[in-house]
C-alpha cells in the first residue's frame, strides 16, 4: 500500500484509545436524549419491588418491655451493692442468647402458652453500663408477640437462677399489644432499594450503549482517529415542512437558507478549493459510510456554492443504487441517467442539465433508477474519458457517490477519480463504519482530501427530507449503525 493510503488508514490501536472527557460528554448526551430509559427502569423496577413485597411479605408485630434489674433481697442482705445489679444486667443481656438456645426458656413459654414451640421470636439487649434491660418478641400476631412476652417476663428469672442466681427486675416501660406491623415501612424502604437498583441499571445500560455506540462528535476525532483532516462543520439546515412544499429540498438556491448554513458551506468551499489546487485535480468524489449522513446535499451545496463563485461546475449523480441529485437541486422532469450516457444510449448533450440561475454556471448529470447492475462501468475506460471530457467542460467536477463502507460502487469509481470528500454526519454513524468505509477508499489509491461533519453538534434528525430505503442489494448490515 501507498504512503499516502497509509495516511488514511488508523491502526486498531488508535482507535480503541478512548478520551474520558469525551466519553463523558456522549454518555451525558446519551442519557440527555433517553432520560426516559432511566426514568422507565427506575419506575419499572420500584414498581416490580413494591408488587414483590406486596406478595411476599409477611407483617411482624413487635412487643417490647424495658426492665431494670435488681440483685435479690437475699443477696443484698449478704452484702451485696447496686454495682452488682449492674453486673447482674450486663451478664444477663450477655448469657440471654445461651439461655434462649438452651431451649429451657422456650420450652416454658411454649408450656405456659399451650403451644408445642415458641410461636415468635425472643431477643435480649442490655444498655451498656446500666441495670436495663430490653426485651423484644416478634410475631406474625400483635397479641401472640405480647402473650410471648408476658409468659417470658414470668418465666425469665426462674432461668436466670441458675445462671445467675436470684434476681428481681420492675418493668419501667412496655408497648402493650402492638397494633402496627412495620409493613408501611418496609415497603417504602424496598420502593427506594428498587428505584435505586433501577436507576443503576438504566445508567450502565447508557454506558454500555454508549461505549458500543462510538460516534463522530469532535473535528478533532477525524484527525485522531483516520488521520483525515476536517474540512468543514455544516449545522443543522432546518427547513419547515409544509404541505406545499412536500418534495422540495433544501439547497443553497432557496431564498430562507440560514445565514450559519451559508458561512459554513463557503468556508468548506474555500478549503476544497484549496486542497484540489495543491493536489492538481479539477475531479472530486463525495461519499459518505452508510446511508442518511447527507452526502447528496453536500455535494450539490458545494456544486452550488463553487458555482456562486463564478467556477464551472458539472454536478454528476453516480449514484446507481439510489440517485437523489436531482431531487437535491429540485429539477423536475426526466432525463437520460449517467449509464445509458456511458453505454451511447444518450448523448451527453440531452442529458445535461444547465440550472436556470443568472450568474452561475452549473450543470448537473441526474442519475436514473434500475441501473444498480452496471456498477462495473464506473471503474472502465468510458468514464474515465467521460470524467476527461467534463475536467475541459468545467473547472469543478463533483461526482456523488454510494456509501463507501456498505457497496463497492465508489471503491470502482474512485480508481477513476483523483480525489474524494468524505461526509460524516454528526453523532450518527459509528467510528469502525467510518474506518472501514475509509479503508475501502484507501485501497484504490484515491487522495482523500478530508472530511466534512455534517449536522454540526446538533444531534438532531435529518432535516433535509430524504431517507434511503434498502438500497439495491437489500438492507445492508450497517443499516442500522448509529441508532
Known amino acids: 500500500m501507498s504512503e499516502r493510503t497509509e ?17 463523558a460528554e456522549q454518555l451525558w448526551e446519551m442519557v440527555r436524549r433517553y432520560w426516559w430509559i432511566v426514568a422507565a427502569l427506575t419506575a419499572l423496577f420500584a414498581a416490580a419491588s413494591w408488587l414483590h413485597v406486596s406478595r411476599t411479605y409477611v407483617p411482624r408485630y413487635e412487643a417490647e418491655a424495658t426492665l431494670a434489674i435488681y440483685a435479690s433481697r437475699d443477696s443484698q442482705e449478704s452484702g451485696s451493692n447496686s454495682s452488682n445489679s449492674v453486673a447482674t444486667a450486663q451478664q444477663l443481656g450477655k448469657v440471654f442468647p445461651y439461655i434462649l438456645t438452651s431451649g429451657i426458656l422456650s420450652d416454658m413459654v411454649a408450656e405456659d402458652l399451650g403451644t408445642v414451640s415458641v410461636p415468635g421470636e425472643i431477643s435480649v439487649t442490655a444498655v451498656e453500663d446500666t441495670n436495663l434491660v430490653t426485651i423484644r418478641v416478634t410475631a406474625s400476631d400483635g397479641q401472640t408477640a405480647y402473650d410471648v412476652l408476658q409468659s417470658v417476663l414470668e418465666n425469665y428469672p426462674q432461668v436466670a437462677q441458675f445462671v445467675i442466681g436470684q434476681t428481681e427486675y420492675t418493668i419501667l416501660s412496655e408497648s402493650g399489644v402492638p397494633t402496627d406491623s412495620g409493613t408501611e415501612y418496609v415497603t417504602r424502604g424496598s420502593v ?11 445508567m450502565a445500560l447508557m454506558v454500555f450503549f454508549t461505549l458500543l455506540r462510538r460516534t463522530i462528535r469532535r473535528p478533532s476525532d477525524f484527525q485522531s482517529l483516520f488521520h483525515v483532516p476536517c474540512l468543514g462543520t455544516l449545522p443543522v439546515y432546518q427547513e419547515k415542512k409544509r404541505r406545499k412544499n412536500k418534495g422540495k429540498q433544501a439547497n443553497l438556491l432557496a431564498s430562507n437558507v440560514p445565514q450559519s448554513y451559508l458561512e459554513a458551506i463557503r468556508a468548506l468551499r474555500a478549503r476544497v478549493e484549496r486542497k484540489l489546487e495543491q493536489a492538481g485535480c479539477k475531479t472530486l468524489l463525495v461519499t459518505s459510510s452508510i446511508p442518511e449522513e447527507g452526502k447528496s446535499t453536500v455535494a450539490a451545496n458545494l456544486a452550488i456554492a463553487m458555482a456562486q463563485k463564478g467556477l464551472r461546475v458539472i454536478l454528476v ?13 429540485g429539477i423536475a422532469g426526466a ?9 451511447g444510449q444518450a448523448a451527453l448533450e440531452d442529458a445535461l442539465y444547465q440550472v436556470p440561475v443568472s450568474d452561475i454556471d452549473l450543470k448537473v448529470l441526474c442519475g436514473a433508477r434500475n441501473t444498480a447492475k452496471e456498477v462495473e462501468i464506473l471503474g472502465g475506460a468510458e468514464m474515465k474519458r467521460l470524467i476527461a471530457h467534463f475536467e475541459q467542460m468545467a473547472d469543478v467536477v463533483i461526482l456523488d457517490t454510494s456509501p463507501s463502507a456498505m457497496l463497492a460502487d465508489a471503491m470502482v469509481l474512485a480508481h477513476n477519480v483523483p480525489a474524494a470528500l468524505y461526509v460524516v454526519r454528526y453523532d450518527h454513524t459509528r467510528v469502525e463504519h467510518v474506518l472501514s468505509g475509509i479503508e475501502e477508499l484507501s485501497g484504490s489509491r484515491i487522495n482523500i482530501i478530508g472530511c466534512v461533519l455534517n449536522e454540526g453538534k446538533f444531534a438532531a434528525q435529518s432535516s433535509y427530507g430524504y431517507r434511503y430505503g434498502r438500497y439495491g442489494y437489500g438492507r445492508s448490515r450497517y443499516s442500522g449503525a448509529g441508532r
Open 317 to 329: 449523480d453516480c449514484d446507481l443504487r439510489h440517485p437523489s441529485i436531482q431531487s437535491r437541486m
Open 335 to 343: 432525463f437520460p441517467g449517467l449509464v445509458a450516457v456511458l453505454k
Open 192 to 202: 427506594r432499594r428498587g428505584a435505586a437498583l433501577g436507576f443503576a441499571a438504566g
Open 7 to 23: 495516511r488514511h488508514t488508523a491502526s486498531p490501536e488508535t482507535v480503541e484509545k478512548i478520551d474520558l472527557t469525551h466519553l
